[in-house]
C-alpha cells in the first residue's frame, strides 16, 4: 500500500508539485527494493479509483504488486517490444490523439482505446522504468499524471473513477521494453459506465461507442 498524502480526501491531481514528485520517488525506490528480492521478476504500481471499480477505502493511495512470473499480458507486451519499438513508431501519427505533454512525456488516448477516455502517459524516449529517470524527468512525470487527473475530474465536476497501471520493463526485458502507464476509466457517459459484454469477455475484443481522436479533444479542452 502506498499512501498518498496524510490528507483524507485528494488525488494525483491536488498533491502539491513537492507531494507529487515524493510519491513518483517513492515509486522508483520501491521498483528498485523489489527487483532486488530473490525471486521477483515483475513490479507493477497501480491505483483503484472510485467505487465504480470496487474501491472501498476512499484515502488517496494506491498499491504495488511484486509477482514471481511475468503476467500474461506483460509477457506479450514483452515479446512486441523486443520485435520493434512500438510505441516509438506510434508517437509521429498521434497528432489529434494527444490530450497534454510535459517535457520528455506525452498523454494521449491511444487510438486502439478499449475504453472511453482511456489514457496513456510515458516517455518520448525510451525508458524501462522510472527508476532510469533524471530527476528532471521525474518531476515532469509526476506533473503529467496530475494533469491527466485533473482533466479526468473536470469532464463531469467531479471525482472520475479510474484504474492506473504502470506497465514497466519485466526483470530482464529492460534493453527493449518501454516504460508507460495505462488508465482504464469505466465511465463511458456523465450516469454510464462500461461494462465488459460478450465481445469483450467471450472474444477479447473491445467495443467502444467513441472515437478516440473526440475523446482526445474533450480531455484536452477541458482544462
Avoid: C
Avoid at 491505483?47 to 476512499?58: D, F, M, S, Y
Avoid at 456523465?190 to 472474444?203: M, P, S, V
Amino acid at each position: 500500500m502506498v499512501v498518498y498524502t496524510e490528507a483524507h480526501a485528494g488525488s494525483l491531481a491536488t498533491l502539491t508539485e513537492e507531494e507529487r514528485l515524493l510519491l513518483a520517488q517513492v515509486w522508483r525506490d520501491r521498483y528498485q527494493a523489489l527487483y532486488a528480492l530473490p525471486g521477483v521478476r515483475f513490479v507493477m504500481p497501480f491505483e483503484n479509483r472510485g467505487e465504480a471499480v470496487g474501491v472501498t477505502l476512499h484515502h488517496p493511495h494506491g498499491q504495488i504488486y511484486a509477482y514471481p512470473f511475468v503476467p500474461p499480458i506483460l509477457e506479450r507486451e514483452s515479446q512486441v517490444f523486443r520485435e520493434r519499438p512500438v510505441l516509438l513508431e506510434l508517437f509521429p501519427q498521434l497528432g489529434p490523439y494527444v490530450v497534454d505533454r510535459e517535457e520528455g512525456f506525452l498523454a494521449f488516448v491511444p487510438p486502439f482505446a478499449r475504453y472511453p477516455f482511456e489514457v496513456w502517459v510515458a516517455p518520448v524516449e525510451r525508458h524501462p522504468g522510472p527508476w532510469t529517470f533524471s530527476e528532471g524527468e521525474m518531476a515532469a512525470f509526476a506533473r503529467l499524471l496530475g494533469r491527466v487527473v485533473a482533466r479526468y475530474d473536470a469532464l463531469y465536476g467531479e471525482p472520475f473513477p479510474y484504474v492506473m497501471v504502470f506497465h514497466a520493463a519485466p526483470l530482464g526485458e529492460e534493453r527493449t521494453f518501454h516504460f508507460h502507464v495505462e488508465f482504464y476509466p469505466p465511465r463511458r457517459a456523465r450516469d454510464r459506465l462500461k461494462f465488459l459484454a460478450g465481445t469483450e469477455l467471450g472474444a477479447g475484443t473491445f467495443v467502444v461507442d467513441a472515437l478516440p481522436e473526440e475523446t482526445a479533444q474533450r480531455l484536452r479542452e477541458v482544462l
